[in-house]
């Protein structure tokens, strides 16, 4: 028991290492960056967001900073009056265009690469930047302009700025800011944004903004057409063709709340954690590390005695502050007292992220995944 509390230590130290080098070097949106000339193309997919489309609407409609800006939203099938949502929010606004796609997917796709491919392909008579936004993301009146600004002078072929994920119900408090935690307490950003190991690849499928010839000369969404995780897999289609990727903080100029409640978030993460580590066997030694990490010494806090529960204590602290360093960073430098409690239940989100993770094995086995009214076809 000393082994393993004092193993799970040292891991959950060695999270909160890269955490703290990652909150001192994570690159940021910049506000104050100089406006953009060049063409900027906006692309929407977007099923059954009749709620959410229109606010982003208005914050594209409120854009400062990009001469030459132009959205292309795809109503993807949708069944809950989307499309006359859209067209109200947009109140004949030219640099809007609204299209229809009837139908599932074509054999061989999942919806949203298929549904992505569809607006990139309205796009070809434009170069400059792409961007692909979901519809439940939320902008600051300077967000493009800060990321396309960003995008050029990182000399990327692919800029994901992180949005700050909203989480209000309690699942999403448990779930949702391991979505950022995950890689930044794992994965020094120095080293993976000017890395060109696929691997090593960070993308948030939210907010993605591309060089649109980089995004063209690899193929686009068709390379990943059959992929539930359509954000990391084109970012590593783009290291293996020689392209760059990386990812900065948009901190308090992009936030998405991508789930609402629990019910919409184990049917959102379960679609994709089955893809997660490569494999069951992968997942699972992937997930009795985490556990050893950040819930074995949490409960040698709690029970253990003498140098147990100091291991323990340590290993508890540096799991808390792994996680609101990478909270802190990807707020845009906000802590709450939510933040704070939430943290705290950080073992808590670690078993939850284990069940759901199994959750989603099982039913991948069983073939029954499905989104927005769509069963998926995982290749």
């Given at each position: 028991?000393?082994?393993?509390?004092?193993?799970?230590?040292?891991?959950?130290?060695?999270?909160?290492?890269?955490?703290?080098?990652?909150a001192r070097t994570l690159p940021r949106l910049d506000r104050r960056a100089a406006a953009t000339t060049e063409?900027?193309?906006?692309?929407?997919?977007?099923?059954?967001?009749?709620?959410?489309?229109?606010?982003?609407?208005?914050?594209?409609?409120?854009?400062?900073?990009?001469?030459?800006?132009?959205?292309?939203?795809?109503?993807?099938?949708?069944?809950?009056?989307?499309?006359?949502?859209?067209?109200?929010?947009?109140?004949?606004?030219?640099?809007?265009?609204?299209?229809?796609?009837?139908?599932?997917p074509p054999p061989g796709w999942v919806g949203k690469p298929a549904a992505c491919a569809r607006l990139a392909?309205?796009?070809?008579?434009?170069?400059?930047?792409?961007?692909?936004?979901?519809?439940?993301?939320?902008?600051?009146?300077?967000?493009?302009?800060?990321?396309?600004?960003?995008?050029?002078?990182?000399?990327?072929?692919?800029?994901?700025?992180?949005?700050?994920?909203?989480?209000?119900?309690?699942?999403?408090?448990?779930?949702?800011?391991?979505?950022?935690?995950?890689?930044?307490?794992?994965?020094?950003?120095?080293?993976?944004?000017?890395?060109?190991?696929?691997?090593?690849?960070?993308?948030?499928?939210?907010?993605?903004?591309?060089d649109a010839a980089g995004y063209r000369a690899v193929g686009g969404h068709r390379a990943v057409a059959g992929?539930?995780?359509?954000?990391?897999?084109?970012?590593?289609?783009?290291?293996?063709?020689?392209?760059?990727?990386?990812?900065?903080?948009?901190?308090?100029?992009?936030?998405?709340?991508?789930?609402?409640?629990?019910?919409?978030?184990?049917?959102?993460?379960?679609?994709?954690?089955?893809?997660?580590?490569?494999?069951?066997?992968?997942?699972?030694?992937?997930?009795?590390?985490?556990?050893?990490?950040?819930?074995?010494?949490?409960?040698?806090?709690?029970?253990?005695?003498?140098?147990?529960?100091?291991?323990?204590?340590?290993?508890?602290?540096?799991?808390?502050?792994?996680?609101?360093?990478?909270?802190?960073?990807?707020?845009?430098?906000?802590?709450?007292?939510?933040?704070?409690?939430?943290?705290?239940?950080?073992?808590?989100?670690?078993?939850?992220?284990?069940?759901?993770?199994?959750?989603?094995?099982?039913?991948?086995?069983?073939?029954?995944?499905?989104?927005?009214?769509?069963?998926?076809?995982?290749?």
């Amino acid at each position: 028991m000393r082994v393993l509390v004092r193993s799970g230590a040292v891991l959950s130290g060695s999270g909160v290492a890269i955490a703290a080098l990652n909150a001192r070097t994570l690159p940021r949106l910049d506000r104050r960056a100089a406006a953009t000339t060049e063409p900027v193309t906006v692309c929407i997919p977007a099923r059954n967001e009749a709620a959410a489309a229109p606010a982003l609407i208005a914050d594209l409609r409120a854009q400062r900073g990009v001469a030459d800006l132009r959205v292309l939203i795809l109503d993807d099938d949708s069944t809950d009056g989307t499309g006359a949502a859209v067209h109200d929010a947009i109140d004949g606004d030219a640099r809007f265009a609204v299209h229809r796609r009837d139908g599932d997917p074509p054999p061989g796709w999942v919806g949203k690469p298929a549904a992505c491919a569809r607006l990139a392909e309205l796009s070809t008579a434009r170069d400059g930047v792409l961007v692909f936004l979901d519809a439940d993301v939320r902008l600051a009146p300077e967000a493009l302009a800060a990321s396309v600004v960003e995008l050029r002078r990182s000399g990327a072929d692919l800029l994901c700025p992180w949005p700050f994920q909203v989480a209000v119900s309690a699942a999403e408090r448990v779930l949702q800011p391991l979505l950022c935690w995950s890689w930044f307490a794992t994965a020094p950003v120095p080293v993976a944004n000017r890395s060109a190991r696929p691997s090593m690849a960070i993308a948030c499928g939210q907010f993605l903004v591309f060089d649109a010839a980089g995004y063209r000369a690899v193929g686009g969404h068709r390379a990943v057409a059959g992929s539930v995780v359509e954000d990391l897999d084109l970012a590593r289609a783009l290291r293996r063709s020689g392209g760059r990727t990386v990812v900065v903080a948009a901190g308090d100029l992009a936030h998405c709340r991508m789930y609402d409640g629990a019910l919409q978030a184990r049917a959102g993460h379960g679609r994709w954690l089955w893809t997660a580590f490569g494999s069951p066997a992968g997942a699972s030694a992937v997930l009795a590390a985490a556990l050893a990490a950040y819930l074995v010494p949490p409960l040698a806090a709690v029970f253990g005695r003498g140098r147990v529960r100091r291991w323990g204590l340590a290993g508890y602290g540096c799991a808390v502050t792994s996680r609101l360093l990478a909270r802190r960073t990807e707020s845009g430098g906000r802590l709450t007292a939510r933040d704070g409690v939430d943290a705290l239940a950080h073992p808590l989100s670690v078993v939850a992220l284990t069940a759901l993770t199994a959750d989603s094995h099982l039913r991948h086995r069983r073939g029954g995944h499905t989104w927005k009214g769509r069963r998926l076809r995982h290749l």
